[in-house]
């Protein structure tokens, strides 16, 4: 592997893979308030307005110390992205537009504490209505603005118009499965149709999917899908990514990236295993719903989105009861990759979104190489490299090391 000289890890710099950026900074409740206006923007469809609040969040959130009117008019109001104008492939359009709306709105929050759009957002019943609606999963901001112009306000709602079946005692009732026949009356059996989480199925298990993780419960479930793994495929190795290896306390789901220590099989002990393991899993009551379900043909990869080409599945998974607590459904996520593709792997699934986001930019504007989770691939001959390690992934793209806790851009 060829090495690019390093550059060192700067809160001023305009990509987020070159900031440290912390779970908890000295701005937070700023952040936080910004959030809601991006947020806001964001429910409403305004796509470039909330990249534009993300990014500026995103500088913020590396600045090392408390803002205060001083250094806010001596050095943060230069930093990047802060009361730049958003941009856009329309910028012509906004010429005419000189106001920098965060540069007043952070100015707003270092004199008052609150910004007043935020309180007034805040009052708005179509923001907690499409915020609400967003909650449930699988409901994107877009389906959510059209269930509220028909009318949809709340998640009872929402029961009501997707017609969820709710039990004698008041609770609502996930539906038995159909029992799916061939034209020619044949049962299909159960192997053969992983059930999807419908929106239905989304609102009936909404409370269980809205709570959050502990990592003691992460270390508990990735265990027990290791276990399922061994039995398959033995010699396996696998990373616990996402929010997770950033710090979190408490994530939003799990999401595990696998691959087999055996680097000169060419990948064979990967191949199909994430559909047999979410099968084995499945059979043992573990995984109940899939939502995505991808495999290694290019006809997989073509569809999958743009971000890589891995073997991945999004489930719904919970822990078989001990006995003494009650378990939740959780959303896991399980990500195979070739053996040399395991490093990459793991620094595209590590996260943050903005860290992933600028981390592609990064490498193809300034390196001329396309980053993606499943490697490295030279732009102008399509050279396609594999780091052995995550250092080396660093390494090869000419980025000082940043620890996955300071990832949280
Ligand atoms: P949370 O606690 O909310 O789960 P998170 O950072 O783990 O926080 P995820 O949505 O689970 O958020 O995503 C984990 C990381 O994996 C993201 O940072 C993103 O870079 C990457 N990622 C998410 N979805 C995909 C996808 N479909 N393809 C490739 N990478 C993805
Ligand atoms: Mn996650
Ligand atoms: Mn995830």
Same mark, same amino acid.
């Given at each position: 592997?060829?090495?690019?000289?390093?550059?060192?890890?700067?809160?001023?710099?305009?990509?987020?893979?070159? #900031?440290?950026?912390?779970?908890?900074?000295?701005?937070?409740?700023?952040?936080?308030?910004?959030?809601?206006?991006?947020?806001? #923007?964001?429910?409403?469809?305004?796509?470039? /307005?909330?990249?534009?609040?993300?990014?500026?969040?995103?500088?913020?959130?590396?600045?090392?110390?408390?803002?205060?009117?001083?250094?806010?008019?001596?050095?943060?109001?230069?930093?990047?992205? &802060? $009361?730049?104008?958003?941009?856009?492939?329309?910028?012509?359009?906004?010429?005419?537009?000189?106001?920098?709306?965060?540069?007043?709105?952070?100015?707003?929050?270092?004199?008052?504490?609150?910004?007043?759009?935020?309180?007034?957002?805040?009052?708005?019943?179509?923001?907690?209505?499409?915020?609400?609606?967003?909650?449930?999963?699988?409901?994107?901001?877009?389906?959510?603005?059209?269930?509220?112009?028909?009318?949809?306000?709340?998640?009872? +709602?929402?029961?009501?118009?997707?017609?969820?079946?709710?039990?004698?005692?008041?609770?609502?009732?996930?539906?038995?499965?159909?029992?799916?026949?061939?034209?020619?009356?044949?049962?299909?059996?159960?192997?053969?149709?992983?059930?999807?989480?419908?929106?239905?199925?989304?609102?009936?298990?909404?409370?269980?999917?809205?709570?959050?993780?502990?990592?003691?419960?992460?270390?508990?479930?990735?265990?027990?899908?290791?276990?399922?793994?061994?039995?398959?495929?033995?010699?396996?190795?696998?990373?616990?990514? $996402?929010?997770?290896?950033? $710090?979190?306390?408490?994530?939003?789901?799990?999401? &595990?990236?696998?691959?087999?220590?055996?680097? #000169?099989?060419?990948?064979?002990?990967?191949?199909?295993?994430?559909?047999?393991?979410?099968?084995?899993?499945?059979?043992?009551?573990?995984?109940?719903?899939?939502?995505?379900?991808?495999?290694?043909?290019?006809? +997989?990869?073509?569809?999958?989105?743009?971000?890589?080409?891995?073997?991945?599945?999004?489930? &719904?998974? &919970?822990?078989?009861? +001990?006995?003494?607590?009650?378990?939740?459904?959780? #959303?896991?996520?399980?990500?195979?990759?070739?053996?040399?593709?395991?490093?990459? $792997?793991?620094?595209?699934?590590?996260?943050?979104?903005?860290?992933?986001?600028?981390?592609?930019?990064?490498?193809?504007?300034?390196?001329?190489?396309?980053? +993606?989770?499943?490697?490295?691939?030279?732009?102008?001959?399509?050279?396609?490299?594999?780091?052995?390690?995550?250092?080396?992934?660093?390494?090869?793209?000419?980025?000082?090391?940043?620890?996955?806790?300071?990832? /949280?851009?």
């Amino acid at each position: 592997l060829v090495t690019s000289p390093r550059i060192f890890s700067n809160y001023t710099a305009r990509y987020a893979c070159l #900031r440290a950026s912390p779970l908890v900074c000295p701005n937070q409740a700023l952040a936080a308030e910004l959030g809601v206006l991006y947020l806001h #923007r964001d429910l409403e469809g305004k796509a470039v /307005n909330a990249l534009g609040y993300q990014r500026a969040i995103s500088v913020l959130k590396a600045y090392p110390r408390v803002i205060t009117l001083e250094n806010f008019d001596t050095e943060v109001r230069h930093l990047p992205y &802060i $009361g730049e104008k958003i941009q856009s492939k329309v910028t012509y359009l906004q010429h005419t537009t000189s106001s920098h709306p965060e540069v007043e709105q952070i100015k707003e929050f270092i004199r008052f504490g609150v910004i007043e759009e935020c309180q007034t957002i805040r009052a708005s019943e179509r923001f907690w209505s499409l915020k609400t609606l967003t909650s449930v999963h699988g409901i994107g901001a877009t389906t959510a603005r059209n269930l509220y112009s028909i009318g949809l306000r709340t998640l009872e +709602d929402m029961e009501r118009y997707y017609d969820v079946p709710v039990a004698d005692d008041g609770t609502l009732k996930l539906e038995e499965e159909e029992v799916i026949y061939t034209p020619n009356g044949k049962r299909i059996p159960r192997q053969a149709r992983l059930p999807d989480l419908s929106t239905k199925a989304a609102l009936v298990l909404r409370n269980d999917l809205e709570a959050s993780i502990s990592r003691e419960e992460v270390e508990e479930m990735h265990a027990v899908v290791m276990a399922e793994l061994e039995e398959l495929q033995p010699g396996c190795v696998s990373t616990i990514v $996402g929010g997770y290896r950033r $710090g979190k306390l408490q994530s939003n789901d799990v999401d &595990i990236v696998f691959s087999h220590s055996d680097l #000169r099989s060419g990948g064979n002990q990967v191949k199909g295993l994430c559909r047999k393991l979410v099968q084995r899993l499945y059979d043992r009551g573990l995984v109940t719903h899939v939502t995505h379900l991808s495999g290694f043909h290019a006809r +997989d990869a073509m569809r999958t989105s743009h971000w890589d080409s891995l073997e991945k599945a999004l489930t &719904i998974f &919970i822990l078989p009861s +001990d006995g003494t607590q009650k378990r939740s459904h959780r #959303r896991l996520d399980l990500i195979f990759a070739a053996p040399e593709a395991y490093w990459t $792997g793991v620094v595209g699934w590590t996260g943050s979104k903005m860290f992933e986001r600028d981390l592609r930019l990064w490498a193809k504007v300034e390196k001329g190489m396309k980053f +993606d989770s499943s490697g490295i691939t030279r732009r102008h001959d399509s050279k396609k490299f594999f780091p052995k390690s995550e250092l080396e992934v660093f390494e090869f793209l000419g980025l000082e090391w940043i620890d996955p806790t300071l990832r /949280n851009a």
